[in-house]
DNA sequence: CGAAATTTTGATCACGTTCAACTTCAGTGG
DNA sequence: CCACTGAAGTTGAACGTGATCAAAATTTCG
C-alpha cells in the first residue's frame, strides 16, 4: 500500500509512540502501517468527521493542523483540541452509534485512514505497541486535565498565555517552529471557543500581552519576547512541589 | 495475597474492564491482581497522592468516593473528577517526576494498590487487557471532552443539571443508587470547584432546580422528580442527529 | 451539648459578553 | 495589476452575570 521505505520512521505518530515506548522497533509500526486504508490530502476547512455521522474509522495526521469541536444544539460552540500532526482522532465513537464531536481542518492536512477496530486490534496484539499507545491516551488525558484548569480556574489572560505556551512547544516538537517564532493556524474567535471566551476578549488579552511586552505579531505570527514572563504568567507550566493540600490548605 | 474465590469477578475495575471487552475472561484479570501489592481501607478527607510528591504506584477504587483536583500557586482549585468505584488513579504521572495533580478521598474508600510501571505491562501482555484499557481510557477521553464543554460553554444552571445527571449515572452503574435517588458525597464548595463556579452560585443554581420542580432536595440526597427536564436542560445526555458544522453553521 | 463546617441569603461590584461599527487583511475575478 | 468582496481583527459602549464578602441559619460531628 504504501512504500516501505524510510519515510514511516519519520511520521509524527510514529516517532510519539517512540518517544512513549523507546523499545518499539520500527517492524511494529510498519505492522500497523500495513493496515492504512487510504492517504489522504485534506484542503483546509473540511469537516473530516462530522458529530452525529456514524463511522467506523480513525485517522492519524502526518501534517498540518484540525479541531476537534463539539457544537450545543443552539449554535455554542466548544473547541476541544488542536489536532496536530502525531495526533489520532475518531478513537472515541468506539461502539458509539454517532459521532459524539467533529473534526475540521484547519489548514491543508495529510492524514491517514485506518479501520478502527483493526487499529486498536493489531495495537492490542503487541505488547509493545499497545504499552506505547495506553501511554499515549494516559499522557492526553493529562493534557485535558490541564485544560480543565484552564476552563475552570484561570483568568482570561492566563488562559491566552498558556495557551501560546502550550500550542508553541506542541509546534515545536514537530518542527513547525522556532525557539521563539511561530504561526497561529486560527482566528481569534476559534481561540475563544477553544478557551471559554468571546472572540473580542480575546483579542483584548493579545493586547495586554503584547502592551506588557509579553509577545509580537505579525498579523498570525506569534514572536515570543518575554518566554519566562509568559510561563509566570500562565501560572501553569513550571512543576511547583507546592505541597499544599485540600485537607490542609496552605 | 488474595483470596482467589469470586469476589474479584464482582469488583468495579474488572466489572468496567468487561465492559469494553466482554470477551476478557477472569483468568486474566487475576494475573492482574496478582500483582496487587496492598488492599486499603482510606478514611474520608485523606489525600492520596499529593501534587507535587512522587510515587510509583497506582490505585484502584473498589468501593467509595474521592476527587481528583489541581491546585494553583494562590490556592484556587480545579476539581478535576469524582473518582468512583472502578476508576483508576495515579497512571498519569507515568515517567513524569512529580504528581501534577492530587487525589483525596471524600468517603471512607477501599483501594488496591499496584507498581504502575507492573500495571501497564501485564496489560501490555495480554491483548484482551490492553484492548479493554485501550478502550476505556479512550472512553475517559470522552467523558473530559463532555466536561471540557461544560466548563467552556454551558451557563452554570446547565452544568449543575448536568453534574447532577452524570453522577446519578454513574453511581447508579456501581450499584449505590436508584433510579431517582442518590446521595451526593460532596459539599457544594466543592461542586463549584468542579463546575467552575462559586460556592454561593452553585447553591443558587439548586435553588432554582428546586423551585422548578427538577430535584427536590433532603441535605445531601437528591431526588430527580423530573428527569426528563434535567436532561433538556443540561443540552448534552440526548444524542442529537444534528450536522450543523463549523465550517456550514446551521 | 458545644464547636466547626456547611448551607443559605443578601448587597455590591468587577469582569467579560454582546452588539455594532469600523478597519485591515486576504483571496478572487475582472 | 487592481478593484472588489468577504472574512477576520480591532475598538467602544452598555448590559448582565456571577464573584466576592459578609452574616445568619442550619447541619454535622466530636
Known amino acids: 500500500v504504501v512504500d516501505a521505505g524510510g519515510w514511516i520512521e519519520a511520521h509524527p505518530f510514529v516517532l510519539r509512540l517512540r518517544h512513549f515506548a523507546?523499545?518499539?522497533d520500527f517492524s511494529e509500526a510498519v505492522k500497523l502501517w500495513d493496515a492504512?486504508?487510504?492517504d489522504l490530502r485534506i484542503p483546509a476547512r473540511r469537516d473530516i468527521v462530522i458529530?452525529?455521522?456514524?463511522?467506523?474509522k480513525c485517522w492519524v495526521v502526518e501534517s498540518?493542523?484540525?479541531?476537534r469541536y463539539h457544537l450545543l444544539h443552539d449554535g455554542r460552540r466548544q473547541v476541544l483540541s488542536i489536532v496536530t500532526p502525531g495526533d489520532v482522532f475518531g478513537l472515541a465513537e468506539t461502539a458509539l452509534e454517532a459521532a459524539p464531536r467533529s473534526v475540521c481542518s484547519l489548514s491543508e492536512t495529510k492524514i491517514q485512514r485506518f479501520n478502527r477496530q483493526r487499529f486498536f486490534e493489531i495495537c492490542s496484539l503487541s505488547p509493545r505497541l499497545s504499552m506505547a499507545i495506553m501511554c499515549f491516551l494516559v499522557h492526553q488525558l493529562g493534557l485535558y486535565y490541564e485544560r480543565l484548569t484552564e476552563l475552570g480556574r484561570q483568568s482570561p489572560l492566563e488562559r491566552v498565555a498558556h495557551f501560546l505556551l502550550r500550542f508553541h512547544s506542541?509546534?515545536?516538537?514537530?518542527?513547525?517552529?522556532s525557539e521563539s517564532v511561530f504561526d497561529l493556524p486560527l482566528s481569534q474567535e476559534i481561540i475563544g471557543d477553544l478557551l471559554g471566551l468571546s472572540g473580542p476578549h480575546v483579542n483584548r488579552m493579545f493586547h495586554r500581552l503584547r502592551s506588557e511586552g509579553l509577545i509580537r505579531t505579525y498579523?498570525?505570527?506569534?514572536e515570543f519576547v518575554d518566554i519566562e514572563g509568559l510561563h509566570r504568567?500562565?501560572?501553569?507550566a513550571p512543576p511547583t512541589s507546592s505541597v499544599a493540600?485540600?485537607?490542609?490548605?496552605?
Open 51 to 56: 458529530q452525529g455521522w456514524t463511522s467506523t
Open 64 to 67: 498540518g493542523f484540525a479541531m
Open 170 to 177: 506542541r509546534v515545536l516538537a514537530v518542527g513547525c517552529a
Open 22 to 24: 523507546p523499545d518499539l
Open 219 to 222: 498579523r498570525r505570527r506569534i
Open 36 to 38: 492504512v486504508e487510504e
Open 245 to 250: 493540600t485540600a485537607a490542609n490548605p496552605a
Open 233 to 236: 504568567l500562565s501560572g501553569l
